[in-house]
Structure formats: structure tokens, C-alpha cells
């Protein structure tokens, strides 16, 4: 017999407009109708949303870690402790993504992925892998590990990719020698291929769009801007991200590594149905102030949590997000002055058509998967749903 689920009393968030009173039913693991009032259906297991808003679960195409690990610690107890921290603020969906390292630790973390995506029944769905690194410009690798950033050779890259069909995103600087062929080769085989911790000039960033480099990876963060060279000036990959109408951002949203003017700038620019909001979350999120570690408990370096972002110890650059999903859409609305749908929008339905899954994730629609969170007007997390099973409740 098909299992059924309710949630009625709430505030929906459809792709179009938010239903004041609404209902939503739920079956094997799918929305099956939405309704204005009260679905009447008797033999459903009931969940009253008190008024709360009833939204599609959050999509994290970007995320490191949490809750004390990071998925380069390659212990799936990582993987999977990460997953269940972010369903708890939302998350329904993610990508679990690595930093630029050695090639052992990259393909341990990779099969390590794969046998942790099989036990992970609680936590934040894996969507696949999304590999940062290590193909950059070393002049932009911010806290990305020099000793192991180089080019790109086609040699590695396929061999890497033929061995693990759960990469889906890579991130790579479009400048570089061999990256058009990189960008080439991976939109053929279904990777979505991001621009990332580029020095790259306009013209060479328009070069990488049309070679694949379709995303711009944390917009403003380890990119190029406006420069000059011999009093000449050039626009970077900023600029190009804005002139490129069909080429998608996101943005860490945590209000610091943006400050408020630039997300309403990027809001403004390249709208709700272009940007993502991403974590970009290390280790530390979830977890309390104090001494962290950015990357792997092996290899990685040591770094300060304060203010709500993690620092490098000199305190000259930030090390990573700490942030959770929830206050990504909080900040949105407070900060930037966003509607509610389009924060969603942005959380949800946007990351999900650039990861090429929104014919079943990112919006409350008949036919998608039930994932689905509920939240009260200052965006606290009441309750996550992944397929239709309920794995977080927040204690009354
Ligand atoms: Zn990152």
C-alpha cells in the first residue's frame, strides 16, 4: 500500500506565489497535488504547518563540510555526519565538494563518496560530486593549496572521470593552458563546468563561456575584477558573470564574504533565475567558535572561527563559510531586501536548473520529489521532509 503524507495550514511556496492556506499531499515519496485549503484526503498521515511556511527543501550545490568534519576528512562517518547537519537547516540537497589536493587524497575522497552515498538515509541527499581544484591560477588560489595546483591535462582529467560517474560539477580558471579542451570534453560528458579562482581577463572568460565554463564558482571570491595593466583597463570575470546575460552566478550569501551592497548588486544584475545561493560551509559550521581546520584533518590548515566566518590566523583573508542554508534565505530577505519566493527561488528552483535536476528537485510542484522544509517568518527550520520522509524536527 502506497504511504501518503499531509501538510496542510501552511504558507506554500509554489514557483508562482505563495498560498496563504494551503495544502500539500504527499505520495511514495512525491507531490501528488497542492491545493488552496484543506486537501481532503482520510487515509494520510497528517502533519499540521501552523501557519508556517510550507517551501521546496534547499539545494547546496556548493558545500565542504560541517558539524566538525569535511568531506576530504574521507570517512563516510564525515560524509554522512555533514549530510544530517544540513538537513537540519534545510538542506535537502548537496553537493558534496572537495578542496584542490594531492590526486590519492582526491580519488579517496571520491570512493569514499560513493560508499557513503548508500548508507546516507537521513541526511541532505547527495547529488553528486563537485571537484574545486586543482586546475587554477595560482595567483588567485586563496586558500586553495599552491603545492598542488597546476594545469590541466586531458590525460588525468579523463582517467579521473571514466572512474567516478558521481562527478557532476568541477570548477577550474578558464585562462589556463588546456582549459578550453577541459571545458569542451566535460559539458560532453554531462559535467557542469564552472569558472573558479580565475585571474582571467574579460576576453578570456567569454572564451571559457563558450567553451563550457557556464557557472561563475562563489562570484567575486578568487576572481578577477576590473584591472590595469600599462594604464590600459580591462574587465575580469566579475564583469564578464554581468555581461554574459545566460551564464549563472552564486553567491556565498552569508553576508560577510558579500556584504549587503553586493548581494543587492548581483540580485539586481543577474536576478532570482541566475544566481545561486551556495554555503560554501567548512568544518566549522555548526560548531562553536574557536581554533578549526580548513580542508582534511591530514592536510589542512589551521584556522580561527570568529564573527560568524572562519579567518586565516593572521586574520588577513577569510578561510571558508561557516554559514548554514537557512541563513543564507534569512539574509537574503533581511539583507538584501529580497522577496521571500525569489530567496527560494534562489535556494531551490535556481541551483536545481543548473545542476540539470529540476525536472524532479527544486520547487513544490505535482510530480517532484518531496522535499520539502518548513520554517517560521525568521526562516528557523521547523521540520525537513527528503522524499516524503521526515528526517528532522525541531524540539518544541
Ligand atoms: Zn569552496
Not at 560532453?188 to 578570456?204: C, F, K, Q
Not at 556584504?259 to 541566475?274: A, E, N, W
Request: with cysteine; hydrophobic share 45%.
Amino acid at each position: 500500500m502506497e504511504e501518503r503524507l499531509k501538510i496542510y495550514n501552511g504558507q506554500i511556496v509554489t514557483p508562482q506565489e505563495i498560498i496563504k492556506n494551503g495544502s500539500i499531499l504527499v505520495a511514495d515519496g512525491r507531490i501528488v497535488a497542492i491545493s488552496e485549503g484543506n486537501i481532503d484526503a482520510t487515509d494520510a498521515f497528517e502533519i499540521d504547518a501552523k501557519g508556517r511556511f510550507i517551501s521546496p527543501g534547499f539545494i547546496d550545490i556548493h558545500v565542504h563540510g560541517g558539524a566538525g568534519h569535511d568531506f576530504m576528512d574521507n570517512t563516510e562517518e564525515a560524509f554522512l555526519a555533514i549530510a544530517n547537519l544540513h538537513a537540519r537547516h534545510g538542506t535537502t540537497t548537496m553537493l558534496p565538494t572537495t578542496l584542490t589536493s594531492s590526486r590519492a587524497d582526491l580519488l579517496e575522497t571520491l570512493a569514499t563518496y560513493e560508499l557513503a552515498e548508500k548508507q546516507n538515509s537521513n541526511g541532505s541527499q547527495f547529488a553528486g560530486m563537485h571537484l574545486e581544484g586543482p586546475y587554477f591560477a595560482l595567483n588567485q588560489a586563496g586558500a586553495q593549496d599552491t603545492r598542488y595546483i597546476r594545469n590541466p591535462e586531458a590525460s588525468e582529467y579523463e582517467e579521473i572521470l571514466s572512474a567516478f560517474a558521481c562527478i557532476k560539477r568541477w570548477s577550474a580558471a578558464p585562462e589556463l593552458q588546456g582549459a578550453p579542451e577541459f571545458g569542451r570534453y566535460m559539458t560532453s560528458r554531462g559535467v557542469l563546468v564552472a569558472m573558479a579562482h580565475t585571474d582571467a581577463i574579460y576576453e578570456e572568460a567569454l572564451e571559457g563561456f563558450k567553451n563550457g565554463f557556464t557557472l561563475a564558482t562563489h562570484l567575486y571570491s578568487g576572481m578577477s575584477g576590473v584591472t590595469r595593466r600599462n594604464a590600459y583597463r580591462y574587465a575580469g570575470v566579475v564583469e564578464a558573470a554581468y555581461l554574459i546575460d545566460v551564464m549563472d552566478v552564486e553567491i556565498i550569501a552569508d553576508g560577510i564574504h558579500l556584504p549587503p551592497p553586493l548581494l543587492k548588486l548581483v540580485y539586481k544584475i543577474k536576478g532570482p533565475g541566475k544566481t545561486a545561493l551556495i554555503t560554501d560551509a567548512m568544518r566549522a559550521a555548526g560548531m562553536p567558535p574557536g581554533e578549526s581546520i580548513l580542508g582534511s584533518l591530514k592536510n589542512g590548515l589551521k584556522v580561527i572561527v570568529e564573527d560568524d566566518v572562519a579567518k586565516l590566523r593572521d586574520r588577513s583573508a577569510f578561510a571558508g563559510s561557516v554559514a548554514t542554508f537557512d541563513r543564507l534565505v534569512r539574509n537574503m530577505v533581511t539583507m538584501a531586501d529580497v522577496p521571500l519566493l525569489q530567496a527560494v527561488q534562489m535556494a531551490a528552483a535556481t541551483p536545481a536548473a543548473i545542476m540539470k535536476i529540476d525536472n524532479k528537485k527544486g520547487s513544490l510542484v505535482a510530480g517532484m520529489d518531496a522535499d520539502i522544509v518548513l520554517f517560521d517568518e525568521d526562516i528557523n527550520i521547523e521540520m525537513t521532509i527528503i522524499k516524503g520522509k521526515v528526517v528532522y524536527e525541531a524540539r518544541k
